[in-house]
C-alpha cells in the first residue's frame, strides 16, 4: 500500500497531494490550488482542516 502524503506551500498558495512506492520513488503529484496562504493544518477522522491566513478561515476537505 502506497504511503500517501500532503504539503502545503505557503508562496504558491496550494497543496500538493502525493504518494511514494514500495521504491520510495514518488508517484500521482496532484496540486490544488487553495487561492490563500494555509498557515496550518490538521487531519481528522478522514478530514483535512486547513487554517487559512488572508480570509481567518478554515478550510475542510473530506478525503473519502
Known sequence: S???????????????????NKQMELNNLDRVEV????????????????FLEDTASIGVINLD
Open 35 to 50: 487561492s490563500e496562504r494555509v498557515r496550518d493544518m490538521r487531519y481528522n477522522k478522514n478530514k483535512l482542516y486547513l
Open 2 to 20: 502506497p504511503n500517501k502524503y500532503v504539503v502545503s506551500s505557503m508562496k504558491d498558495k496550494s497543496l500538493y497531494f502525493f504518494e511514494f
